[in-house]
């Protein structure tokens, strides 16, 4: 077998091209194998989509997440039980002393796996074949990696990235024209560029037409934005749709289905089963184009394209791109109608979106807990929402800052309508400020005085950033930590192992997760009254 030697580490590779390049090795095969010499203390694992976990972990098998309902929605459900540990992508291993080795794909459809002392990268199908082999430091791995993956995909276009004021963290779906134009007021005096309207002005999902509760319709709205000198902001999910749409109804021949003709789960969420969009139709690539165009003549610049998985998911397609060749077919088309607007990704596949997005979502949602019992010891789910969840993939997945502006989700400056602690609305802050992509929710009067200034800081500063280790950093000067952040929680043990596998019985269950939706509908209903 042919080595691939670096400075002071020998490996054999089975490959069927081996070629120096960039500081590593370029290999080409639809699989390729490393034998390594010496056990790795950590694996570096990168999840499919925006939302999958990206992390360092132990060089083993992690439990496999609950609910299995949503796999689709928060893994690539292919892999989710795979026998030996998967990444997307890319995966590195970690022998201490600050060096790494990196396999990294450099193309679509990759996967990877650690097994019996052999990293094996693989082509799930397609044309590709190229990987980058790279052992070194870690920082300086990852950025010839990045490098070529912005030779392979290009990069995003925008030249600098937003301060947003989002709907979705504070309201919810609880917005209504009124709400959001008396908070808009009320915002007046922030330095913000954009304001975006996130989940709930829509019919349904699938139909995104403004619904009762904006009467004045969408284009008035982005022209009151605009009024006050920012730019209008719009989410969308346009992959996906619920089975009570009417798109879906109208058209139940877009949607994905499986070979034995049922239709493919892009998950459960808004009390329903979603359905994947087939984007190899001509008909249905059409309809994203001009849905994308409705958009820019309502006047919005900045739109946020939300669940995007469902587009690269595996099924029946109508013609044979490989899944996320299908994708990247789709994402192309929406970019493309989308013009000048910047575009932020989100819920997206990761590699298979570079090159055609401004901004991506790097990490799970963050919430108003750290971490929540349930989501990390009984499920063992690193995805759900949580402002721990969030940080730990975005902490894993700054490399790609060289390829677009990467989104760790909205800082909190509030104490209101929130269990964080200023210490962690701090690691939130701070992790903006390294993104370079800052955004928040918190609603002007659920702020004091003194949290609205340090709000209004926040939006004007840019402090120096540098990296002091994996997980610590300078932030003009001061030191900040987010090793507290970056760990797995623990396997259950004893008791909460029983109580693991007596909940998750019920937790797969359709009417469990109707009924979880619903009660958090009852408390939207209740946030709107006191809203006034
Ligand atoms: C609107 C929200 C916000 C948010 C997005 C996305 O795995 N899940 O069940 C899951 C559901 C929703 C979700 C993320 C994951 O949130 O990230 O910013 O736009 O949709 O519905």
């Known amino acids: 077998m042919p080595e691939l030697t670096f400075k002071d580490f020998k490996i054999s590779a089975e490959a069927e091209a081996i070629a120096p390049d960039n500081g590593g090795f370029l290999l080409q095969g639809a699989s390729v194998k490393l034998s390594i010499p010496a056990a790795p203390r950590a694996l570096y694992r990168h999840g499919w989509q925006s939302w999958s976990l990206a992390a360092w972990t132990e060089p083993r098998q992690l439990p496999i997440q609950q609910p299995t309902i949503h796999h689709a929605m928060q ?13 997307s992508g890319v995966m590195a291993l970690d022998f201490g002393a600050g060096k790494i080795l990196l396999l990294g794909a450099l193309g679509l459809e990759s996967h990877l796996q650690w097994r019996q002392n052999t990293l094996q990268g693989w082509y799930e199908s397609g044309p590709d074949s190229a990987w980058f082999v790279a052992y070194g430091a870690e920082a300086q791995v990852f950025s010839d990696y990045a490098k070529l993956l912005g030779q392979k995909f290009g990069t995003g276009r925008a030249e600098n990235s937003y301060r947003v004021w989002c709907s979705w963290y504070s309201l919810y779906t609880a917005i209504d024209e009124k709400i959001l134009q008396r908070i808009f007021r009320e915002l007046a005096d922030l330095p913000f560029d954009v304001l975006q309207v996130d989940d709930g002005w829509q019919l349904a999902v699938g139909d995104w037409q403004a619904n009762a509760k904006f009467p004045s319709g969408m284009a008035d709205l982005a022209e009151k934005i605009r009024a006050t000198g920012r730019k209008a902001g719009l ?32 998950g459960f969420n808004w009390g329903e089963p979603l359905r994947a969009l087939d984007t190899t139709q001509p008909a249905a690539l059409d309809w994203l184009a001009g849905l994308m165009k409705q958009a820019r003549s309502w006047g919005y610049d900045y739109v946020k394209l939300d669940f995007l998985y469902a587009g690269g998911l595996p099924g029946q397609r109508q013609s044979s791109l490989p899944r996320e060749a299908a994708y990247r077919q789709g994402l192309s088309v929406l970019r ?20 055609l997005c401004d901004g991506m979502r790097v990490s799970t949602d ?30 894993h997945r700054l490399w790609l800052a060289p390829l677009l502006h990467p989104d760790p989700d909205v800082a909190y400056f509030r104490q209101a309508e929130s269990k964080l602690s200023p210490q ?18 918190d609603l002007p009067q659920w702020l004091t005085a003194a949290e609205k200034e340090n709000l209004r800081q926040f939006l004007e500063q840019n402090p120096q ?8 950093f300078r932030l ?7 090793s507290p952040a970056a760990g797995l929680p623990p396997a259950p043990g004893g008791w909460i192992r029983l109580q693991a596998l007596f909940f998750n019985l019920f937790s797969n269950q359709p009417f469990a997760m109707r009924r979880s939706f619903f009660r958090w509908q009852k408390s939207l209903a209740k946030l709107r009254k006191n809203l006034g």
């Open 366 to 395: 963050v919430s108003g807990e750290w971490e929540n019992f349930r989501d990390a010891l009984l499920w063992q789910n690193p995805t759900t929402g949580g402002a721990r969840n969030a940080l730990r993939s975005t902490l």
């Open 465 to 472: 950033v540098e990296q002091t280790g994996r997980y610590t």
């Open 424 to 441: 962690q609305n701090q690691l939130l802050q701070d992790m903006a400020h390294i993104c370079r992509f800052k955004a928040t929710s």
């Open 476 to 482: 003009d000067g001061r030191a900040v930590d987010f």
């Open 75 to 87: 893994t690539d459900p292919l892999y989710t039980r795979h026998p030996a540990p998967h990444s």
């Open 336 to 355: 493309e109608a989308l013009g000048e607007a910047y575009l932020l990704t989100c819920g997206a596949p990761i590699l298979a979106s570079l090159g």
């Open 235 to 266: 989410w969308l999910a346009p992959l996906i749709a619920v089975p009570s749409s009417r798109l879906f109804r109208e058209h139940p021949d877009w949607f994905l289905k499986t070979p034995e003709g049922a239709y493919v789960s892009a």
